[in-house]
């Protein structure tokens, strides 16, 4: 018999005992599920919402367990009360995006858990479930399939990485196209002319991983800035969440801030997560000359693809989005999903022909 137990978020104080041991039994996992990555985000961000821990045990056993996230948002004029899942959701400071989200589970369970998860929903309060960042097969897989809904609304996105295991007996570069072979190789030979050669360096304390951040931070907010966009790093939340994490994810070898220099000259910096083999891209900072053959983040990304196969890892994972240096270096993507859910209800229902209304307005203004 599959038994739900509830804790509301209020009253707990911090990521639950059952959390870590589940995690390591789960079968879908990530960086963005460590209790590690948890904790900090509510650290940072969690006033803002209310919510329940929500865990799910067969004779004592837990089997299943997740955060729920609950907070009113405003689309347009609309209020809407709205659900998310773990370290997710629409706070009133600029957030880090988490991926390879899932409610944790051990198998063969899955199915279980999202049906009675389903059925827990629908005895709440809510107008909107945001469902971000996650797998075909999972729990939220299943989920989003079992709720009835007046309205869904689906983002596949896929993520491009790199098998370092198929580098075992083979440069990198070999794996590449002839034009991004060209490519990195005339930059290569533009920064070694210029300023000297290039190297690869990885923090190795945390002051000056922090270090680092900092310089990846101003690099990232310079190009940004250029575009006349606003940088990640310009939300001191984003900042303060980052500092936290760090130190806590640090000596147990799962994050890497990389610098990538030519000579005495930093021309990049790469911030990743590491765990289990996997390398997971998270963020990055390169300076630019002007000089459209200068190509910082493509052969940072190369340079980082072919130390850590050198270094044993399984993995390196881009994440979510479609860039152009992803396309040159990557052959192999992964499906990942952000699904909206509108419950099916009169208000509902309401609402959202008031926003379609709404949005056509706006539109014939423009």
């Not at 038994?3 to 390591?24: C, H, K, Q």
Request: net charge positive; aromatic share 12%.
């Amino acid at each position: 018999m599959l038994r739900r137990s509830i804790t509301t978020l209020e009253s707990s104080s911090g990521v639950p005992d059952w959390w870590v041991p589940l995690f390591a039994e789960a079968k879908r996992t990530s960086i963005f599920l460590t209790s590690e990555w948890i904790q900090t985000w509510l650290d940072v961000y969690g006033r803002d919402f209310s919510g329940h821990w929500i865990c799910w045990d067969i004779d004592g056993k837990v089997v299943g367990g997740c955060l729920i996230l609950i907070r009113v948002t405003r689309k347009q004029i609309f209020s809407l009360r709205t659900i998310y899942f773990n370290a997710t959701g629409d706070s009133a400071q600029r957030t880090p995006l988490a991926e390879f989200n899932d409610v944790l589970f051990i198998e063969p369970y899955g199915e279980k858990i999202a049906n009675d998860l389903a059925e827990f929903l629908m005895t709440r309060h809510w107008d909107r479930l945001s469902i971000s960042g996650y797998e075909p097969g999972g729990v939220l897989s299943l989920l989003s399939d079992a709720l009835p809904n007046s309205s869904f609304q689906h983002e596949p996105e896929t993520a491009a990485y790199v098998d370092l295991r198929l580098l075992k007996n083979s440069p990198f570069e070999k794996m590449l196209s002839a034009n991004t072979r060209s490519q990195l190789k005339r930059c290569q030979r533009r920064y070694e002319e210029q300023t000297g050669g290039i190297t690869i360096y990885r923090a190795t304390t945390v002051t000056e991983a922090i270090a680092y951040l900092d310089q990846l931070a101003a690099f990232h907010n310079e190009r940004r800035a250029a575009k006349g966009e606003t940088g990640s790093f310009e939300s001191t939340a984003i900042v303060g969440f980052h500092k936290r994490l760090i130190p806590l994810l640090f000596d147990q070898g799962q994050v890497d801030l990389l610098r990538i220099a030519s000579g005495v000259t930093s021309i990049g910096y790469l911030y990743n997560f590491v765990r289990n083999g996997k390398v997971y891209f998270f963020q990055s900072g390169f300076h630019y000359n002007g000089d459209s053959k200068m190509k910082p983040g493509l052969l940072a990304h190369a340079l980082a693809i072919q130390y850590y196969a050198e270094n044993g890892r399984a993995e390196y994972d881009f994440l979510a989005g479609d860039s152009q240096y992803k396309r040159s270096l990557t052959s192999q993507s992964r499906p990942l999903n952000w699904s909206v859910l509108y419950r099916d209800n009169r208000r509902v229902r309401g609402l959202l022909v008031l926003k379609r209304f709404s949005d056509w307005l706006l539109n014939k203004l423009h």
